[in-house]
């Protein structure tokens, strides 16, 4: 059974920084690309970042570019987003899913598979 699991958010101040932690099971890491999402109450949920498993391609959202960072390990089965120079607007529940595709290509949110897990919450408030 294909699941993840997010953790790592928390509260942070403006300019801080987090790292999301993502763990999968029921499927081999090192064959698919994984991407994190963010849902804002009322908003839907957009793709912030894309790791490729068969290159070391990433993609980012425009909104989050050079302040986040998706890392992976396939041998510890786990995908990070590390996040640095927070906004207000970074605030929302982040999730991470696998995708059905190796390579983060320009329509990688709509490859998602898998039943989304429970996410983790991040919040940037001063």
């Known amino acids: 059974q294909v699941q993840v699991a997010e953790s790592g958010g928390g509260l942070a101040q403006p300019g801080g920084s987090l790292r999301l932690s993502c763990v999968v099971s029921g499927f081999t890491l090192e064959y698919y690309a994984v991407g994190w999402f963010r849902q804002v109450p009322g908003k839907e949920r957009e793709g912030v970042a894309c790791?490729?498993?068969?290159?070391?391609?990433?993609r980012y959202a425009a909104s989050v570019e050079g302040r986040l960072t998706i890392v992976r390990d396939n041998a510890k089965k786990t995908v990070w987003l590390q996040m640095h120079d927070l906004k207000p607007e970074d605030t929302g529940v982040y999730y991470c899913?696998?995708?059905?595709?190796?390579?983060?290509?320009?329509?990688?949110?709509?490859?998602?598979?898998?039943?989304w897990g429970q996410g983790t919450q991040v919040t940037v408030s001063s």
């Open positions: 790791t490729s498993s068969s290159e070391p391609t990433t």
């Open positions: 899913i696998g995708l059905g595709a190796t390579i983060c290509h320009s329509a990688w949110t709509e490859r998602t598979f898998g039943s």
